[in-house]
């Protein structure tokens, strides 16, 4: 009834209205004249708001009903949903179980070209020995049905994870560079974790005691009239066995759930890469998320990279630099000796192929392109001291090793290795009578750079 009146006040309105424009059009425009138009415009605007309203109402009440009989169909299932949740995410995952195993197991393997379908012999010489060095590194894409609560945290949330558990409430670490940086907002990340199950605030002699300092803890005791003498374990215990836990304010602490130690235990790799200057946080985290039955996800992340830096045009610096951080993560590490002198030497060599060329655009004069050298053995010469000090590795078994090791990545020449050990003995042994002609073939190598320079600068000298 209402929608019919609101029909007939919009129609009436608007026939006023252009009947006052027809009277205003053969008389004059009077004050009333006005007064009536502005009541009747009111009355439009009135009445097309109060329809709009009426069929909003009408949908919304259709939608409602409709609402309503899914809800009511769905009770009538709800309680066999529940039940049969666990069975459906097990048939989930046997599906893609068995997708996955149509698909092959992915592994690490050589990245080839489709339009060619070939590699260079020293791209897949180095495929060959990062796939030999990490076979046990299998990549297995996750369920997202397994494990949900990984999927809810970025990179970001798991580093605030990772730097504040088990860190006093009021001493969270904020001022890190990387978290400024980033302009990353620790508090709201805190109530996140807390919020999703992550982290507790907990507050209680066990978890609170070790945070108090040895005065602190003897102001409570002395409080108490208890003795005051022992060090800080006996303190803590003689706070536990005489003073009601309720009785004294004790600090609060961060500290990580069941579900936020697991995730703690399963991403380790975040403190390592969160401050890397070769690659992103959030690269790093979306490669190592992806993958299953791989212990060290730092050292995988590393060889993926090596891997896919194989595409990219400036091999020898960014395959230098990946290495090298690999060399100082194996150290740290202990990994095998064998392996860590492998990539070590690669990594000195391209770090020397690649100073040669700079020296030959940059220094004319053969002292400065010895000294220029030098410079690139800098990253591992305490590692090759000991070599040759400490574990007595003659000269000859040296340059054989350090031409096997290079050779295992790529093909080289046994000449160019061992003018290369020679220029890393010159500067152990501070060898300063060494020049160039004994060196023989970086002395070519500079040599052949510098006439391809100049007729690329006479080719274009207009």
């Given at each position: 009834?209402?929608?019919?009146?609101?029909?007939?006040?919009?129609?009436?309105?608007?026939?006023?209205?252009?009947?006052?424009?027809?009277?205003?059009?053969?008389?004059?425009?009077?004050?009333?004249?006005?007064?009536?138009?502005?009541?009747?415009?009111?009355?439009?605007?009135?009445?097309?708001?109060?329809?709009?309203?009426h069929n909003h109402l009408d949908y919304?009440?259709?939608?409602?009903?409709?609402?309503?009989?899914?809800?009511?169909?769905?009770?009538?299932?709800?309680?066999?949903?529940?039940?049969?949740?666990?069975?459906?995410?097990?048939?989930?995952?046997?599906?893609?179980?068995?997708?996955?195993?149509?698909?092959?197991?992915?592994?690490?393997?050589?990245?080839?070209?489709?339009?060619?379908?070939?590699?260079?012999?020293?791209?897949?010489?180095?495929?060959?020995?990062?796939?030999?060095?990490?076979?046990?590194?299998?990549?297995?894409?996750?369920?997202?049905?397994?494990?949900?609560?990984?999927?809810?945290?970025?990179?970001?949330?798991?580093?605030?994870?990772?730097?504040?558990?088990?860190?006093?409430?009021?001493?969270?670490?904020?001022?890190?560079?990387?978290?400024?940086?980033?302009?990353?907002?620790?508090?709201?990340?805190?109530?996140?974790?807390?919020?999703?199950?992550?982290?507790?605030?907990?507050?209680?002699?066990?978890?609170?005691?070790?945070?108090?300092?040895?005065?602190?803890?003897?102001?409570?005791?002395?409080?108490?009239?208890?003795?005051?003498?022992?060090?800080?374990?006996?303190?803590?215990?003689?706070?536990?066995?005489?003073?009601?836990?309720?009785?004294?304010?004790?600090?609060?602490?961060?500290?990580?759930?069941?579900?936020?130690?697991?995730?703690?235990?399963?991403?380790?790799?975040?403190?390592?890469?969160?401050?890397?200057?070769?690659?992103?946080?959030?690269?790093?985290?979306?490669?190592?998320?992806?993958?299953?039955?791989?212990?060290?996800?730092?050292?995988?992340?590393y060889l993926y990279l090596l891997q896919?830096?194989?595409?990219?045009?400036?091999?020898?610096?960014?395959?230098?630099?990946?290495?090298?951080?690999?060399?100082?993560?194996?150290?740290?590490?202990?990994?095998?000796?064998?392996?860590?002198?492998?990539?070590?030497?690669?990594?000195?060599?391209?770090?020397?192929?690649?100073?040669?060329?700079?020296?030959?655009?940059?220094?004319?004069?053969?002292?400065?392109?010895?000294?220029?050298?030098?410079?690139?053995?800098?990253?591992?010469?305490?590692?090759?001291?000991?070599?040759?000090?400490?574990?007595?590795?003659?000269?000859?078994?040296?340059?054989?090793?350090?031409?096997?090791?290079?050779?295992?990545?790529?093909?080289?020449?046994?000449?160019?290795?061992?003018?290369?050990?020679?220029?890393?003995?010159?500067?152990?042994?501070?060898?300063?009578?060494?020049?160039?002609?004994?060196?023989?073939?970086?002395?070519?190598?500079?040599?052949?750079?510098?006439?391809?320079?100049?007729?690329?600068?006479?080719?274009?000298?207009?």
């Open positions: 009834m209402k929608k019919i009146f609101y029909w007939f006040l919009l129609i009436f309105s608007i026939l006023m209205i252009f009947g006052g424009i027809n009277e205003v059009t053969q008389n004059k425009l009077t004050f009333i004249d006005i007064f009536m138009f502005a009541i009747f415009i009111s009355l439009i605007v009135f009445s097309i708001v109060k329809l709009f309203k919304k009440s259709n939608k409602s009903n409709t609402n309503h009989k899914n809800i009511s169909n769905s009770k009538t299932t709800q309680f066999n949903n529940v039940q049969s949740n666990d069975h459906i995410r097990k048939n989930n995952i046997t599906h893609d179980i068995e997708t996955n195993n149509t698909k092959k197991v992915k592994q690490v393997k050589p990245i080839t070209n489709n339009k060619t379908n070939t590699l260079s012999k020293d791209q897949v010489k180095l495929n060959e020995n990062v796939q030999e060095n990490n076979q046990d590194l299998v990549i297995e894409v996750k369920d997202d049905n397994n494990n949900n609560y990984h999927y809810d945290l970025n990179a970001n949330d798991i580093l605030i994870l990772h730097l504040n558990k088990n860190r006093e409430v009021g001493k969270e670490v904020k001022n890190h560079f990387y978290l400024l940086e980033n302009k990353i907002n620790v508090d709201k990340i805190l109530n996140k974790l807390i919020n999703l199950g992550f982290l507790d605030i907990k507050s209680n002699f066990d978890v609170s005691l070790p945070y108090l300092k040895v005065p602190e803890l003897k102001d409570i005791l002395r409080e108490y009239k208890l003795k005051l003498g022992g060090n800080k374990p006996e303190l803590i215990e003689r706070v536990k066995t005489n003073i009601d836990e309720n009785a004294i304010e004790l600090p609060q602490v961060y500290v990580p759930t069941s579900k936020g130690n697991e995730i703690i235990g399963e991403t380790e790799y975040i403190l390592h890469f969160y401050n890397s200057p070769i690659i992103s946080l959030g690269s790093a985290h979306k490669i190592a998320k992806e993958v299953l039955n791989v212990d060290d996800k730092i050292e995988y992340i896919q830096n194989q595409k990219s045009n400036n091999l020898d610096h960014r395959t230098a630099n990946i290495i090298n951080n690999l060399v100082f993560y194996y150290k740290k590490t202990n990994k095998n000796k064998n392996v860590i002198r492998k990539y070590t030497n690669y990594s000195t060599y391209l770090s020397v192929a690649q100073g040669i060329h700079s020296a030959a655009f940059l220094y004319s004069d053969e002292e400065n392109i010895i000294d220029r050298l030098f410079i690139y053995f800098n990253y591992h010469l305490e590692y090759y001291e000991n070599m040759l000090f400490i574990d007595n590795v003659n000269r000859s078994l040296f340059k054989n090793l350090f031409y096997e090791d290079v050779n295992s990545f790529e093909d080289t020449d046994k000449n160019f290795c061992d003018d290369i050990c020679e220029l890393l003995f010159a500067q152990i042994y501070n060898n300063i009578n060494i020049t160039l002609n004994d060196l023989p073939t970086i002395n070519y190598i500079l040599e052949k750079i510098k006439k391809e320079n100049e007729l690329r600068i006479t080719k274009y000298d207009f």
